[in-house]
């Protein structure tokens, strides 16, 4: 199969905070609004750079989203950080209101997604804002891979108009997106071509399904790997053009079954295309505290699950 | 530039138009529309600074962000009397397929809306985000907001006020519509709020009151006040003193009109109360 190099693990927030560094050069109608997490989000060079065209906030995630939707009428283009929780759950009816229903060209970037943001613990650790963005109407849902393809999405997504959720995370992850790679929303990319399965990973979670292909590959089985970084829109055509070819899918993703990427899939399979499928998800549960690697483990969100998913549903075929 | 008698004028038909927009669909929030009347219609044929025409930037203009947005009816009627689209759109209001929501939106295209508001308090939140973009793009141009007293019960707007003076957003001229009244009885009932002046300004806000806020003349000098204190380093907030139903005499006094339709009698006593001055729809 393919061979896909680390470059050397990286933070996809450390990506999120280049591409503001980027933008910041590039583009003076964006701005950078935080809830006071700007260590966390990485974007002090956009700030140094661009004192003007930044806004802290305070602890005072409600007030960030309004602002934003006032931000845009003139112009700009805002950035919302904070973590996912604090960008999801906690302003769901500010981000529904004033940012979707107005469409608003909000760029609302989320660190720390899901459980690997490790010994924090449950209160921080969301499995469910997948799901809370893509329910609203008009809102794009993005999942990058690693640091550089975060980079990547986060310049793109300054040239898209409407409002955009963003999710990256904390954790130093491998990072194997060639860093010139142009990030196109909606566009899943082939990274292995294969003939038995489909495996469409989405976040980190592309990194294990590589790993996996390769485990599956020692043992006779050709697993094909797409790498889903847009949940919504979801590129429909290229799962089903995929899962034509191979018969059975397993979906991977750092998020609860209920809601996420698995759920999308399944729908466009259900009415197009019935396939069996197998999700690798958190099982409608909250996390916990412990290091990231504990919690992948614990929560069958690694390499040794996605191989374990793909044996079973090759039993369904 | 329109005098007092004329603002008068529009005022009264501005009146008409809310009791039959609500009458029609037997829904809406005539109260505070009615109580808003005179400052809406001052706001938009006297204070504000406005290009022809509508665009959502609005560059060089002041803007208008009504945050309570359950007073949908008196700010339609305010807009399609200023020209922001035809006048007989009025009797869209709340139907199927209408421009005219129950509660404003952008969604649909309506010219002069640049927010959805309806869930209440995200309005002030808003409204800095537009006077900070205003300070962005060197435009001296000022943001103006109204927010139901009851309103200020939801703690985002607390976020917001603190925020504004930390800041130095002095570009934002904040109305709160003090007619002391919210769907279950009177805000001292419900949760009583305390001395809001004393509260702006422990926040850092410069405070200007207008007690007679369904008086037209008091507005004007009111807001000639709240506008000359801007520019000065301070949010501005006017505590406007309403009365909800204003106009109409058995709407008056009570919390009762804030979510209901007259009857037909009803209509023709409130209306028989309100002369036609501009023509109806």
Not at chain 1, 37 to 58: A, C, H, M, Y
């Amino acid at each position: 199969m393919k061979k896909y190099i680390d470059q050397g693990k990286n933070d996809t927030r450390s990506g999120y905070g280049a591409g503001m560094t980027e933008l910041g050069r590039t583009n003076p109608n964006v701005v950078a609004l935080c809830a006071d997490l700007v260590g966390s989000l990485k974007i002090q060079t956009f700030i140094d750079e661009n004192p003007e065209r930044f806004f802290q906030v305070g602890i005072a995630e409600a007030n960030m989203m309004g602002i934003a939707a006032g931000l845009t009428i003139g112009g700009k283009i805002p950035f919302t950080g904070t973590f996912a929780n604090f960008s999801t759950g906690r302003v769901y009816d500010q981000i529904r209101q004033s940012i979707a229903y107005s469409d608003k060209n909000v760029k609302i970037c989320a660190s720390h997604a899901g459980l690997t943001l490790g010994e924090d613990g449950a209160t921080h650790q969301i499995l469910e804002d997948i799901g809370l963005m893509k329910m609203l109407p008009g809102m794009t849902v993005i999942n990058p891979c690693d640091y550089n393809q975060t980079k990547a999405a986060t310049i793109a997504i300054a040239e898209h108009h409407g409002p955009v959720y963003l999710r990256f995370g904390r954790p130093k992850v491998a990072n194997f997106t060639p860093v010139d790679q142009k990030f196109e929303i909606g566009k899943a990319l082939m990274l292995n071509e294969g003939t038995d399965v489909t495996i469409v990973a989405t976040g980190h979670l592309v990194w294990e399904a590589l790993i996996a292909a390769e485990t599956l590959e020692n043992q006779g089985i050709s697993a094909e790997v797409i790498n889903i970084h847009t949940i919504k829109p979801l590129d429909d055509e290229a799962i089903l053009k995929s899962v034509k070819k191979t018969g059975c899918i397993v979906t991977a993703e750092e998020h609860n079954y209920l809601g996420g990427l698995g759920e999308s899939v399944a729908r466009v399979l259900s009415t197009q295309h019935p396939t069996p499928q197998e999700f690798v998800a958190t099982n409608d549960t909250f996390g916990e505290s412990g290091t990231p690697e504990q919690l992948m483990e614990k929560y069958g969100l690694n390499n040794k699950a996605i191989v374990e998913a793909v044996l079973s549903v090759l039993k369904r075929k | 530039m329109p005098n007092v008698s004329e603002l008068q004028d529009i005022t009264t038909q501005v009146r008409r138009d809310i009791l039959r927009m609500v009458h029609k669909v037997n829904s809406g929030h005539p109260g505070g529309s009615l109580g808003c009347a005179e400052f809406i219609v001052s706001l938009y044929n006297e204070i504000m600074e406005l290009k022809e025409g509508f665009d959502m930037d609005g560059i060089g203009e002041d803007l208008f962000f009504l945050s309570n947005g359950h007073i949908s009816p008196v700010f339609y009627s305010v807009l399609a009397r200023r020209g922001y689209f035809p006048v007989n759109e009025l009797e869209t209001f709340r139907l199927l397929n209408s421009r005219l929501q129950g509660h404003p939106t952008t969604h649909e295209g309506l010219p002069g809306v640049r927010i959805a508001s309806g869930s209440l308090g995200q309005g002030m939140s808003v409204a800095i985000g537009a006077a900070q973009a205003k300070k962005l793009n060197k435009d001296s141009h000022i943001i103006y907001s109204l927010h139901g007293d009851g309103e200020l019960q939801e703690g985002q707007n607390w976020e917001a006020i603190m925020y504004a003076s930390a800041k130095k957003v002095d570009n934002l001229i904040s109305t709160i519509d003090y007619n002391g009244q919210q769907i279950d009885g009177s805000t001292d009932d419900v949760l009583p709020m305390g001395d809001l002046k004393a509260k702006f300004e422990a926040f850092g806000w410069d405070v200007v009151d207008i007690k007679e806020g369904n008086d037209i003349e008091a507005i004007l000098t009111g807001m000639k006040e709240a506008k000359s204190r801007t520019g000065k380093g301070k949010p501005v907030c006017v505590l406007l003193y309403t009365m909800m139903g204003n106009g109409v005499d058995f709407m008056m006094h009570t919390h009762a009109w804030h979510g209901k339709a007259p009857s037909d009698e009803q209509l023709a006593d409130a209306l028989s109360q309100n002369p036609e001055t501009l023509g109806d729809y």
